[in-house]
């Protein structure tokens, strides 16, 4: 209660994925098979974009935090680039990770938040690769914060403490109002825009703190579940596919297809 | 009462009171989990008032409905819901519990799940029996649809479930409808944080894009708004819904009521046609469960084709205008002009 209204104290969750465009199936072994690039998953980006955005409307700082191998680093030093203050970097092997529920993952990311009393954490409304939109709610949860998901855009009331909320949700449009601290999950970005860091914001971005915390695999008890490797499900018919030159020839073929099949 | 362990079933409920058409197939997984565990399916159902509990009372495959009736549970809220399912559920011993895999159940499901220390599978499209060290298997589609993973849980963890819309059959009528038990939570165990202060509807035009029977949707090959008037022509000539990718979304080219994809509307249509979709998981998730997929995009190697069946690789700027003159024409030598 004493603390002055001097901002938004922020914290945005950010995964670092396989390359969502980069994934494709080996059609003999019928598994995944990754490009080997890795990408932020495109709902954090949002997520850190809102985030800085209010910074520069209401004050306060921005604090990225990713749970990964040392290589997941990148995901946080995107954010640095593109405004925010530093990072905390929750390290552990990819092996070690892949045990891990989605329950597991948000008792490790909300026991680091619970330290500092964070006003607003964000993050993407759920990761492109797993795509379980669990890991943010149970975050919410464990620290007792509502959240609100699908947000598309949202206002503050600094006085109050209180968040005007715009959503999404099952073809409506709703406004939300929630007191602060709470945990939002982003749909989108501020229309649309991403933001993309400059060479000066990755030079500074080198030179902001970065807290490094080796996760300690003996905290993390017994798995819960075991996933077994992912499998294509076996396809049922041939796909046909044509050149589209010349377009009026393409187009006949597939309309042929089309009222054969008697889809129109 | 608890003779017994039970597996709960929360039913799908729109914001206006109606039982969604999820819930019939949620009885149908929750029979299978509740036959492998040995228990009885008892549904749960909030509501303002009792009309979707009546309804899901008379479908086959439970054994009682629970019904909990508050004005604050409409519109519906993650964090009500949550503690609302929460106070439920910690006077009795779920063998699991089943959630709609529909945007309001994976949004407060997981918030349920921590209370419980449950472990939580999102999505799950079929229940599978197992070896004897668990009672049953669940799988889930992992990036984007395109494999598929089969999950087991160690012994003595009762999992909570999201159910994936469009993957189980619908449950039949009961041959007569099962009890509803009226139970009521204490109002100071609702968790009302987060209020909502405004509503507004946003009906697309022409066919509800989850009952559509063709969908004609779009993606960034379209390359701004404007190319989606010619999607609108085509549409109009087949008797289809118009969609849209997620990043057509975010880009702000489209609203997101037309989305299809994890984050939008999940559709399994006879037809959907994906015009300059190149096919991201979070696409493909949406619409994996259509009869038949079209694609046409510029790049041969785009994810869309692993799932279509009948595909076009060229420029959708000179093959959409053709098909629409194609149907046209088409449509003129129908009618004997």
Not at chain 1, 37 to 63: C, F, H, P, Q, S
Not at chain 2, 70 to 96: H, K, N
Request: net charge negative.
């Amino acid at each position: 209660m004493s603390e002055a209204s001097i901002g938004l104290k922020m914290a945005v969750l950010v995964k670092h994925i396989p390359d969502p465009n980069g994934i494709s199936v080996d059609p003999e072994a019928r598994g995944p098979v990754f490009s080997g690039t890795m990408a932020v998953n495109t709902y954090d980006t949002y997520a850190v974009a809102e985030a800085i955005e209010l910074k520069e409307r209401y004050g306060g700082d921005v604090t990225i935090l990713t749970v990964g191998p040392a290589s997941a680093r990148e995901a946080i030093l995107r954010g640095l680039a593109t405004g925010a203050d530093r990072g905390i970097h929750l390290q552990a092997e990819a092996d070690l990770l892949e045990r891990l529920d989605s329950l597991a993952l948000a008792r490790l990311i909300a026991d680091r938040l619970r330290t500092e009393s964070f006003d607003l954490i964000l993050a993407g409304q759920q990761s492109e690769d797993l795509e379980t939109g669990q890991v943010g709610p149970q975050v919410a949860a464990l620290l007792d914060l509502p959240h609100v998901s699908l947000v598309t855009s949202l206002e503050a009331d600094m006085d109050a403490r209180t968040l005007r909320i715009r959503r999404d949700s099952e073809g409506r449009k709703q406004v939300i109002g929630v007191a602060l601290p709470a945990m939002l999950l982003m749909l989108t970005g501020r229309d649309g825009e991403q933001r993309h860091p400059t060479l000066k914001g990755m030079i500074q971005a080198k030179r902001k703190p970065v807290d490094v915390v080796e996760v300690d695999a003996s905290t993390l008890g017994e798995p819960v579940m075991a996933w077994s490797d992912p499998v294509a499900p076996t396809r049922e018919r041939e796909a046909i596919i044509v050149e589209g030159k010349p377009a009026a020839k393409a187009a006949k073929a597939l309309a042929d297809w089309l009222r054969e099949k008697h889809l129109v | 009462m608890n003779d017994r362990a039970s597996v709960f079933l929360v039913a799908d409920v729109d914001d206006d009171g109606a039982l969604r058409p999820l819930s019939a197939e949620m009885a149908t997984a929750g029979r299978a989990v509740a036959e492998a565990t040995g228990s009885d399916l008892v549904g749960i159902v909030l509501s303002a008032d009792g009309r979707a509990a009546e309804t899901l009372a008379a479908l086959d495959g439970l054994d009682r409905v629970l019904a909990a009736t508050d004005e604050a549970f409409l519109p519906w809220t993650a964090t009500t819901w949550a503690s609302a399912v929460r106070a439920i559920l910690t006077e009795r011993e779920p063998a699991a519990v089943l959630f709609p895999g529909s945007i309001s159940g994976r949004d407060y499901a997981p918030r349920v799940a921590v209370r419980f220390n449950a472990p939580m599978v999102a999505d799950v499209s079929a229940v599978v029996p197992t070896d004897d060290r668990c009672e049953f298997a669940v799988r889930r589609p992992v990036y984007g649809g395109r494999v598929e993973t089969t999950i087991t849980f160690a012994s003595g963890m009762p999992p909570f479930l999201t159910v994936r819309p469009g993957a189980f059959q619908r449950a039949a009528a009961a041959e007569s409808p099962v009890p509803v038990e009226i139970i009521s939570i204490m109002p100071d165990a609702l968790d009302t944080r987060v209020q909502v202060l405004e509503v507004t509807e946003h009906r697309p035009s022409g066919p509800s894009l989850t009952e559509a029977r063709r969908i004609v949707s779009g993606g960034r090959g379209l390359q701004g708004a404007d190319a989606f008037a010619m999607l609108h022509e085509l549409a109009d000539l087949i008797g289809a819904a118009v969609g849209a990718s997620g990043a057509v979304v975010g880009q702000g080219w489209q609203s997101h009521d037309i989305q299809v994809g994890s984050t939008g509307h999940s559709v399994s249509p006879e037809l959907y046609l994906a015009v300059g979709i190149s096919g991201a998981p979070q696409h493909l998730v949406g619409m994996q469960g259509s009869e038949y997929v079209v694609a046409i995009n510029r790049d041969p190697a785009a994810p869309i084709f692993d799932i279509a069946s009948f595909g076009i690789v060229g420029d959708l700027f000179e093959v959409v205008p053709a098909l629409i003159a194609e149907f046209e024409a088409g449509d003129a030598a129908g009618k004997g002009i």
